[in-house]
């Protein structure tokens, strides 16, 4: 059950207007702690956003951005989650539960695949919203070639709306500044 009154909006970056980019840079700080980087901001722009309101204050978010990634050797359109966050005093409401059944209708629309870095906190949200966790070998397509990301093992995680999908295959990101996955 979601707080009466949240509201979701779906926005592409380009029609953030100035204020709403402003207060969601200032969200992910403060659900961040501070440990939200140039580089995180960066990955969370450049696609569909997820807003929820409440009572006219953005209180959540989650930023659904196309990647092109490896599914073994065949290239896979993803639509990768950044920046998935509520606010602290309103979190345990719902509310991540409510942006992420709108991010699984994104992906499925939009994408072959979803994708994910989770924190240990994402964790038991993505699973029981239908995520699985990526048991195959990991890697970066970089400038030098295919990079091998063990170190990633067990923390990210996939949607498959086709539900096919075999999670043992290697799976490949493409190349990106900061964290790649
Ligand atoms: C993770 C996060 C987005 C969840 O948002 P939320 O609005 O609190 O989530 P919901 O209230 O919809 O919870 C849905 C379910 O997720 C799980 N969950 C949510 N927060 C949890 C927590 N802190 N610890 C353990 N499980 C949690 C629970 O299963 C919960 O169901 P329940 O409350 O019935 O037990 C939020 O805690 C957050 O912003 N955390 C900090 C930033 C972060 O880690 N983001 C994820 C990056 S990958």
Same mark, same amino acid.
Request: net charge neutral.
């Given at each position: 059950m979601t707080p009466p009154g949240l509201s979701l909006r779906g926005r592409h970056t380009a029609h953030l207007p100035g204020g709403t980019r402003a207060a969601l840079r200032e969200l992910l700080d403060l659900v961040y702690e501070g440990d939200f980087s140039s580089d995180d901001w960066d990955h969370a722009l450049g696609g569909l956003h997820t807003l929820a309101w409440l009572d006219g204050r953005l209180v959540g978010h989650a930023a659904l951005v196309g990647r092109?990634? #490896?599914?073994?050797? =065949?290239?896979? +359109?993803?639509?990768? #989650?950044?920046?998935?966050?509520?606010?602290? $005093?309103?979190?345990?409401? *719902?509310? &991540?539960?409510?942006? #992420?059944? +709108?991010? /699984? !209708?994104?992906?499925? +629309? &939009?994408?072959? @695949? *979803?994708?994910?870095?989770?924190?240990?906190?994402?964790l038991a949200l993505y699973r029981a919203g239908g995520w699985a966790v990526w048991r195959g070998p990991l890697g970066v397509m970089t400038p030098g *070639?295919?990079?091998?990301?063990?170190?990633? $093992?067990?923390?990210? !995680?996939?949607? $498959?709306?086709?539900? /096919? @999908? /075999? !999670? =043992? !295959?290697?799976? =490949?990101?493409?190349?990106?500044?900061?964290?790649?996955?």
């Open positions: 092109a990634f #490896l599914l073994g050797d =065949t290239p896979r +359109r993803v639509g990768y #989650l950044e920046a998935m966050g509520v606010h602290p $005093a309103a979190q345990r409401r *719902g509310i &991540g539960r409510a942006i #992420l059944r +709108r991010v /699984n !209708l994104q992906v499925a +629309r &939009g994408y072959d @695949l *979803g994708a994910l870095s989770s924190s240990d906190e994402g *070639g295919i990079v091998p990301t063990p170190e990633e $093992a067990g923390g990210v !995680l996939v949607y $498959a709306p086709a539900g /096919n @999908l /075999n !999670l =043992t !295959l290697p799976l =490949t990101c493409d190349f990106r500044g900061g964290d790649v996955w």
